[in-house]
């Protein structure tokens, strides 16, 4: 067998049609991502590794530059897509990888692939090779799956009956979801802005979203439905979705109108859409850290657990460093940059 290291590709549907033929692929490693995060501050590098004519690895690379000092740092969301199983084809993506970091003069690059944690045979092959996991958890390390092959009655079926109950409360109570358009993205953001001030998370600007979201709209990559009550909007959903797999990325609500339980409705209606495109998987995006009342995410997981979602844990953020003198002042600096930045109410999260 032969190997050709690291080739790259520029082409959105080769890149796209590669990528979906390896494991696990995700939709920040879609070409659309990459071209969206470079019209916001980074670089994008897409390459891929062939066996035979074959892929067998593939990473989208994102960096960012760190002011005027010629370093940057690189991030491969999501990735990179391989066999992670297979120790030495793994070793030789990280090596690829590792070596265009280099190339690229990063300080420090950082991986986060959706490998469940029981794979340690990818973990020890990161030890081996010198990566450490992050501090720095990007995504969420963690995330809840929905499998909706079945069809309408046996989806229902699976729920919890108080999750089905609210559905049909919703719809009772007057409740109507409608597909929203690019002109409604202004009211997803409102909703979204008032979430974020009662779940004390930071947004980004309205600029920021409506690219990425106009972006994947325009492309036929999303769906995106509002729920309303009396022509009042009660909340939405934005939902991306590449080869067999939604992703739930964005969701919104008020906090007027909760007890018409809009939410439930909403994700009956979204899980149905992504059905229709011929999804599979629907990836609820987010789960606890641990499965504890204690974690932050807890009540959020009661209301995926209800859908009857699973649990998919994942060995989270793996950092790679070339530099460890300016690696360590990046991370002494990066919490004021943080604090800074929770001051204006804006997010330092790369892909947030």
């Known amino acids: 067998m032969t190997t050709t290291l690291w080739n ?27 071209e969206f995060k470079s019209r916001w501050g980074w670089t994008t590098s897409r390459f891929v590794m062939r066996r035979d004519g074959k892929p067998v690895a593939a990473a989208q690379i994102l960096r960012r530059p760190i002011g005027r000092s010629g370093w940057a740092v690189g991030y491969v969301p999501k990735g990179p897509l391989t066999d992670h199983d297979n120790p030495a084809l793994f070793a030789e993506t990280l090596a690829a990888i590792e070596q265009t970091a280099r190339r690229q003069r990063c300080i420090f690059v950082k991986i986060d692939p959706d490998v469940p944690v029981a794979h340690q045979a990818a973990v020890t092959t990161l030890k081996r090779r010198g990566w450490f996991p ?31 109950y609210n559905i049909r409360l919703a719809r009772r109570r007057g409740v109507v979801v409608r597909q929203a358009g690019i002109e409604d993205l202004p009211i997803f953001y409102a909703l979204y802005a008032e979430t974020a001030a009662r779940d004390d998370f930071l947004i980004r600007t309205f600029d920021y979203y409506r690219d990425v979201w106009a972006t994947f ?37 008020s906090g007027a109108g909760r007890r018409h339980m809009p939410n439930y409705l909403l994700q009956w209606e979204a899980i149905c859409r992504a059905r229709e495109n011929g999804c599979v998987t629907y990836d609820l995006w987010g789960a606890p850290d641990v499965l504890s009342e204690e974690d932050p995410l807890w009540g959020v ?21 070339t530099s460890r003198p300016l690696y360590w002042a990046y991370q002494r600096a990066r919490p004021r940059l943080l604090a800074w930045l929770r001051r204006r109410h804006v997010s330092a999260s790369p892909t947030a």
């Open 134 to 164: 992050s501090d720095e958890q990007i995504q969420f390390r963690n995330t809840a799956l929905l499998d909706i092959l079945p069809s309408e009655e046996e989806q229902l079926a699976g729920m919890k009956a108080k999750t089905r």
């Open 217 to 253: 709209l325009q492309a036929g990559r999303a769906d995106f439905l509002l729920a309303y009550h009396e022509d009042q909007p009660l909340a939405g959903v934005l939902c991306f979705r590449f080869g067999t797999r939604v992703w739930y990325m964005y969701g919104a609500s």
């Open 8 to 34: 790259r590709v520029d082409d959105a549907a080769a890149w796209d049609q590669t990528i979906l033929m390896l494991p696990e692929p995700h939709v920040l490693q879609s070409f659309l991502w990459g």
């Open 301 to 321: 997981w009661r209301f995926k657990v209800g859908l009857g979602a699973r649990f998919a844990p994942h060995i989270g953020a793996w950092d790679f460093v």
